[in-house]
């Protein structure tokens, strides 16, 4: 059965502290994406990884592809307010998307 | 380039109604996606075009559903008969050749009384 499963499902933190959000997946697809929503509203791209190894970086989001591994993360840095969303990788192929991540940064 | 839009942003009908949204894509990008998407859960795929071809339909999409793409630009799905449980967000998003990278509208919530 294929799965795309992500932890934590909800994540609390601090500002200013660091933080990584794991994406695992059974398929062998190479490409893995990652997606921002903010509450009612769609969802905004942050980043398209395409092959192994592949690591991708936008202010204080960093994200990686092990496609060996099947595992994807999504790395905070320094968290700030802003940065509260709900976070969902993808697989492509089976266009397939994880439970998603929702995140709360609190001051 | 204006971005996928959709329309409308919202409908509200009774059961047994049929609603139709539409989506229109970026112009530039040959694939289209229609996913469902309900509170606290990710996007569910329901099905997907490469220019006006239906290349993937989910199984969980029932034979009340239909999408079609004339002429590879503008997509259209169609919901018949509808049901409390076909309630929720429905979005489309298209992607570019290259990366398949997927843009989405702002969706349309369906709400059936």
């Known amino acids: 059965e294929l799965k795309v499963e992500q932890n934590p499902l909800f994540l609390s933190m601090q500002e200013g502290k660091n933080y990584t959000i794991y994406c695992n997946y059974s398929t062998t697809s190479d490409r893995l994406y990652w997606y921002r929503q903010d509450p009612g509203k769609s969802l905004e791209s942050l980043f398209v990884?395409?092959?192994?190894?592949a690591v991708k970086q936008e202010g204080r989001l960093m994200a990686s592809l092990d496609t060996k591994a099947r595992l994807s993360t999504l790395h905070i840095t320094a968290a700030v307010h802003d940065l509260s969303a709900t976070y969902f990788c993808?697989?492509?192929?089976?266009?397939?998307f994880g439970t998603g991540t929702s995140l709360t940064v609190i001051p | 380039d204006t971005g996928v839009s959709q329309d409308p942003r919202h409908k509200i009908t009774k059961r047994g109604q049929n609603v139709t949204f539409r989506c229109d894509p970026i112009s530039e990008h040959n694939r289209l996606y229609w996913y469902r998407q309900t509170l606290g859960q990710g996007p569910e795929f329901l099905t997907y075009?490469?220019?006006?071809?239906?290349?993937?339909k989910s199984r969980l999409l029932s034979d009340r559903f239909s999408a079609e793409r004339p002429k590879g630009s503008f997509s259209t799905l169609e919901i018949q008969r509808t049901e409390q449980g076909d309630s929720a967000m429905y979005l489309c998003?298209?992607?570019?050749?290259?990366?398949?990278?997927?843009?989405f509208g702002p969706g349309t919530r369906l709400t059936v009384t």
């Open positions: 990884l395409l092959s192994n190894g």
């Open positions: 075009f490469q220019n006006e071809a239906q290349l993937e």
């Open positions: 998003a298209s992607s570019r050749p290259e990366t398949y990278e997927q843009y």
């Open positions: 993808a697989v492509d192929d089976t266009f397939y």
